[in-house]
């Protein structure tokens, strides 16, 4: 499969554990102009911000995330009606946002409505920005790649009558944890290397993929998404706890052995005691071969590594309920 490419811009949410999230879902994330915005935003951010600006130039170091190269749009992107309208929402809201510097020199009074258009359309400006990149990757570069980009409130952009995979992706990536500060970054790379969350990964994509095609409505690939995560969740949850519990019986059979068997008081023999001591192990190696087999009947595997990775991860929330955004008048709560 190509690589899973997420494009944002650095304008937008400054946030550790939501980078950790991007990187629980893409291969590499490309980062608009951070060679340039990067050192201007740490040179003019708090302090505070230092561990944020620090992450972000190690994982550049590491590859994780890389600076997309100036990229001409091709024939078949010329042809592309989204790209097209892309471009020219682009556009629009360039010019919105030029009349900023005139507006704050009039002052804000009796411009209220005027300043906050502008002040949209520099959020609009940025997601277009990274809408139209990504649009590009795909075509010229062939890669697979999809827009990251939320509002300060973390409100979407996205609005249509059908989802396209830019919503789907988005589903899913929301659906992630954002793990804590303290997770080390050692763990998330770790973790989606791993073989078992790869296989389980590319499950996910090619639901996103096949869902996209459907051309359901937004919410009700929500609701899809939902019903999928509660069945595998509660079939695994209980296949689970008759894992625990028959291994742990078969522990305690094999203890139970031990001590009659004499080994305990030093009369038995070394092969009984080998045999009585591998038989736990076996027993438990039996279970996660017969636990992998129910996963791989489950309803919902679909969304496995959505689960496990909310299991593996403790979440840092930075919402406040009760928050609204001052652009979109959307509240956390919503």
Not at 152 to 162: H, K
């Amino acid at each position: 499969m190509n690589e899973f490419i997420g494009v944002k811009h650095l304008i937008g949410v400054h946030d550790t554990a939501s980078i950790k999230q991007e990187a629980l879902m893409f291969d590499r994330v490309a980062v608009l102009y951070y060679s340039s915005f990067a050192p201007m935003l740490r040179k003019g951010s708090c302090p505070a911000m230092g561990n944020y600006y620090d992450d972000m130039d190690w994982l550049f170091e590491q590859g994780i995330i890389f600076e997309p190269s100036e990229i001409e749009p091709n024939d078949e992107l010329l042809e592309d009606k989204d790209f097209l309208q892309c471009m020219k929402s682009f556009f629009e809201h360039s010019d919105r946002f030029s009349k900023l510097p005139d507006l704050l020199k009039n002052g804000f009074e009796g411009n209220e409505d005027e300043l906050k258009s502008a002040g949209y359309s520099f959020f609009l400006l940025s997601y277009y920005d990274v809408r139209r990149t990504a649009m590009m990757l795909r075509a010229v570069n062939r890669m697979d790649a999809y827009p990251i980009f939320t509002m300060p409130c973390g409100c979407s952009p996205f609005e249509g009558t059908t989802a396209s995979k830019n919503e789907v992706v988005e589903i899913s990536l929301k659906a992630l944890p954002m793990p804590d500060y303290s997770t080390p970054w050692e763990q998330i790379i770790e973790y989606r290397s791993d073989s078992d969350s790869r296989i389980k990964f590319s499950r996910l994509r090619n639901w996103m993929s096949k869902v996209a095609k459907t051309n359901n409505k937004p919410n009700e690939i929500q609701e899809e998404f939902e019903t999928l995560i509660n069945e595998y969740s509660q079939h695994m949850k209980m296949h689970k706890i008759k894992t625990t519990l028959d291994t742990l019986k078969a522990v305690v059979v094999a203890e139970a052995g031990l001590f009659t068997g004499g080994w305990l008081t030093g009369i038995g023999s070394l092969p009984g005691i080998i045999g009585m001591v591998a038989t736990p192990l076996y027993s438990m190696r039996q279970r996660h071969v017969e636990l992998t087999i129910k996963e791989m009947e489950a309803p919902g595997k679909e969304v496995a590594y959505i689960v496990e990775s909310n299991e593996s991860f403790p979440e840092h929330n930075t919402l406040e309920d009760g928050k609204v955004c001052e652009y979109c008048g959307v509240g956390s709560g919503d």
